[in-house]
């Protein structure tokens, strides 16, 4: 597609249940990033994926979350037993392996309500 | 351990004056600074970049100063329009296993009043 999909656009779950957000990036780029945004904070990096390396998941908060890249297209992330803490928008962004400052192309996220 | 900092959370400007945005960074290792605009319900946007080995960068209405020597840039808008009313967050980066990795500082809400 044209750009970064992300489903759904908005999650409301109860706590303890476990919820899956999904990432579409743009057609060939080799490199996905989750980031969350909580209320009045900034964008919190989670995990990246780049090509076949092995994943970064140094941002993840607990094991209670997780992502995977299938064939390096589509993620999802993962995550178990819901907090309120973990309500947040989560955002996906893909960008080409350039290094050359163009940044990120984001999706327009998922707002995700424990409740 | 914040490694970019916007230490305003918000700003608020008259139509057609200048707008200036801050951002400081504690890590001499990134190598490119981008400011990126986000407008409610929906993702960030980039707008501008700058190299580490460069002091400026124009774009239309849009400049990104860098000082590396205090570690801080700031984003000019001139003139402001009430459609640069969003929250704009500064990022630095690192190239880290072949790819682009972003820390984001916490935003600033740019407010345009007409």
């Known amino acids: 597609g044209a750009g970064v999909s992300q489903s759904p656009s908005n999650k409301v779950t109860e706590k303890g249940k476990d919820v899956e957000l999904r990432c579409d990036p743009i057609?060939?780029?080799?490199?996905l990033y989750w980031y969350r945004q909580s209320l009045g904070q900034g964008l919190e990096f989670l995990i990246y994926?780049?090509?076949?390396?092995?994943?970064?998941k140094s941002g993840l908060p607990s094991d209670r979350f997780s992502a995977e890249r299938t064939g390096g297209s589509v993620s999802t992330l993962t995550i178990q037993r819901t907090q309120q803490e973990d309500s947040a928008v989560y955002l996906c962004?893909?960008?080409?392996?350039?290094?050359?400052?163009?940044?990120?192309?984001f999706g327009s996220g998922t707002r995700l309500t424990v409740v | 351990d914040q490694q970019v900092k916007q230490n305003s959370p918000s700003l608020s400007v008259q139509e057609g004056r200048i707008s200036i945005l801050n951002c400081d960074y504690t890590?001499?290792?990134?190598?490119?600074f981008l400011w990126y605009k986000k407008y409610p319900a929906e993702g960030p946007t980039f707008l501008i970049s700058i190299s580490s080995i460069k002091d400026k960068n124009e774009d239309g209405r849009f400049t990104v100063f860098l000082n590396k020597s205090a570690k801080h840039l700031s984003l000019h808008i001139v003139p402001s329009q009430p459609g640069d009313s969003a929250v704009y967050f500064c990022?630095?980066?690192?190239?880290?296993?072949?790819?682009?990795?972003?820390?984001f500082g916490q935003g600033t809400r740019l407010t345009i009043n007409p």
């Open positions: 890590n001499s290792m990134f190598d490119y």
């Open positions: 057609s060939g780029h080799t490199a």
């Open positions: 990022a630095a980066s690192s190239l880290i296993q072949g790819a682009q990795k972003l820390v």
């Open positions: 994926f780049q090509g076949n390396s092995a994943p970064d």
């Open positions: 962004a893909s960008s080409l392996v350039t290094g050359t400052g163009g940044g990120y192309t």
